[in-house]
């Protein structure tokens, strides 16, 4: 077809009572694609609702085809012409409702009511007969244009019609009403409803705004009328207009409005525009309820089954699986592996019982079974402090392990942002205690952390802690370098060794107070586990409310603090490191908890 050719648009609709829709559908879909026409036909039991476009013969051989079938003998198009095919591609689709309105007893095959020809309206408006012109359409639609007093419905969807007429003033009932819309099918429904709401004199505009324009111009109307195709308006003389649609929230532009700044093409426009730091705090509120929900209740506290694998190392080949149990988790007494043996949770893949006295071969893989576990509380209150499409930062709270381990498999940071971001898996990219609060940093995809821990491992990122010590240190700043062991000990924490790894940490004293505590800044340059806390503790001020480094170099009962416990007053305040996709210097800081301000 020559890019000059005239095409020739219809819009038309006939409320009657069809039947064998699929075959129908199936003819015409056919038929259409022959003729090289192009739009949307929707068919139901109800009748039959078209916009199509295409050379001009051929849209009159889909008319006289149509006006065949039983029923559609009355189908009154109504034409416009473009210099562009307005449609992609055909559709022919099989509805419910040839228009969305969901209320139960509207049947305009059987009734609608009194129509108004569009040259009675304008005479009825030259005299200046005292009528009330309602406007049906959506808000988008009459954002282009609509008859000069008109009232408007004020929906976003034809669905929320009736809502809308039931919060009209009571004395509109007695009121002349002519509802109108784009092509007369949306009054086909909505004024025989205003009648059954108690509205007593209404009339629907025989083929709406655009039979309108045809018969009657311009006449007391402002602006353009909206249509569901790429032309998107057509001004009163059914002439095409300049009037985009935005891609992103579908709102009707005019050519003032596509010259504004926030109108990108495919992106945004003056309605639906946001600034980066208004999409942030959306993105933010819908991650904090996503993140509400998947904790509520707590993932971990209702009992379910548990399977813990457990890979026979090298040192264990050719062990019993009691030793070797013994050898891996040597925390846990023998006699506690021996029952887990004899009670039969020890099984393969396949889940055959592996008896205590079974030799295992490295490299093996078992499952350790924990029936109806209920894991501890903790707190889940996390909130996001930013997102882009490689980071995540959070304010983590306390207590909450980060990963797996003990008791705890699903009330666990880990767990939790699997759940939310699924199907990601968000990667922590450097370590954080379960009792210890603040800035955490993790990466969205295996790419970008490995950008962003290696930094860490380097010595790259810049850490800032608060810490609430027991005791006043004496000189105002001080440095730790004191090397923190390799190996784990009891609960699976370190120490002070003089065999063990490098670790170094500047202090600052911000407060003394009166209660013989200290408000310090500590600043870890190494990243060993609980480097900080081993470092104040070794110094002779061991942290407020830690559990496991206690007052004169005791060591306690556990790591992992419960809910209501009195917290560990250690908080991650502050990180800088390097964006992964910026490449620049980045900076997130965590508010302080009370015991901090």
């Not at 049947?107 to 309206?121: C, F, I």
Request: charged content about 25%; hydrophobic content about 35%.
């Amino acid at each position: 077809m020559p890019a000059t050719a005239t095409i020739t648009n219809i819009s038309c609709y006939q409320f009657a009572d069809l039947s064998g829709l699929k075959d129908m559908r199936a003819r015409l879909l056919e038929r259409c694609k022959e003729l090289g026409l192009k739009g949307t036909i929707l068919l139901s039991t109800e009748g039959i609702n078209m916009f199509v476009a295409g050379v001009r013969e051929n849209v009159d051989a889909l008319m006289d085809e149509l006006r065949a079938i039983p029923g559609l003998e009355g189908l009154k198009p109504k034409y416009s012409e473009s210099t562009e095919q307005p449609f992609r591609r055909m559709l022919v689709r099989i509805k419910k409702e040839i228009i969305a309105f969901g209320v139960e007893g509207i049947e305009p095959a059987k009734y609608t009511s009194p129509r108004l020809e569009p040259k009675v309206l304008k005479q009825w408006l030259d005299e200046g007969r005292p009528v009330i012109l309602y406007d049906t359409r959506n808000d988008y639609e009459v954002k282009l244009g609509t008859f000069k007093g008109a009232v408007v419905a004020g929906v976003d969807s034809f669905r929320e019609f009736p809502e809308a007429v039931r919060r009209l003033p009571p004395e509109m009932k007695k009121a002349e009403i002519v509802s109108f819309c784009t092509g007369g099918i949306r009054c086909e429904k909505a004024a025989p409803f205003m009648e059954r709401e108690g509205f007593e004199h209404v009339w629907q505009l025989e083929g709406g705004i655009l039979k309108y324009f045809e018969e009657c111009g311009s006449a007391h109307y402002d602006g353009e009328c909206f249509v569901f195709d790429q032309r998107v308006g057509v001004d009163p003389g059914l002439h095409e207009t300049a009037s985009s649609q935005c891609f992103a929230c579908q709102t009707p532009l005019t050519a003032e409005e596509q010259a504004d700044p926030r109108y990108v093409e495919h992106v945004s426009c003056p309605y639906c525009f946001k600034t980066s730091e208004e999409q942030q705090r959306e993105n933010l509120a819908q991650r904090h309820a996503a993140i509400l929900q998947a904790v509520t209740p707590l993932p971990g506290s209702v009992p379910y089954d548990q399977t813990r694998p457990l890979n026979v190392p090298e040192a264990c080949d050719h062990a019993t699986i009691l030793d070797c149990l013994c050898h891996v988790m040597p925390h846990i007494p023998r006699e506690q592996w021996l029952a887990v043996c004899e009670e039969g949770r020890m099984v393969t893949d396949e889940r055959v019982i592996v008896p205590a006295h079974q030799i295992v071969r490295a490299g093996e893989r078992y499952l350790h079974l924990k029936p109806a576990q209920r894991e501890p509380d903790v707190n889940a209150d996390i909130r996001v402090l930013f997102e882009d499409e490689a980071i995540i930062v959070l304010n983590k709270p306390a207590p909450l392990p980060v990963h797996v381990g003990g008791r705890f498999n699903r009330n666990t940071l880990q767990f939790i942002l699997n759940t939310v971001w699924h199907p990601l898996k968000p990667r922590s990219v450097h370590r954080l205690d379960a009792s210890t609060t603040g800035v955490t940093v993790l990466c969205k995809t295996r790419h970008f952390a490995s950008f962003v821990q290696p930094q860490f491992e380097r010595g790259e990122v810049e850490k800032l802690y608060l810490a609430r010590v027991k005791g006043h240190p004496p000189q105002d700043a001080f440095t730790c370098d004191a090397p923190i062991s390799d190996e784990a000990g009891k609960l699976g924490g370190r120490s002070v060794d003089a065999e063990g790894q490098e670790a170094r940490t500047e202090f600052r004293v911000l407060r003394r107070d009166a209660d013989g505590t200290a408000l310090l800044e500590a600043r870890p340059l190494t990243g060993r586990t609980n480097q900080i806390r081993i470092h104040l503790w070794h110094l002779g001020f061991p942290i407020l409310g830690d559990a496991a480094y206690l007052a004169d170099g005791e060591v306690g009962e556990t790591q992992t603090l419960a809910v209501g416990d009195p917290p560990l007053c250690l908080h991650a305040l502050r990180i800088t490191f390097t964006h992964p996709l910026t490449k620049e210097r980045v900076t997130f800081e965590a508010e302080p908890p009370e015991w901090a301000k």
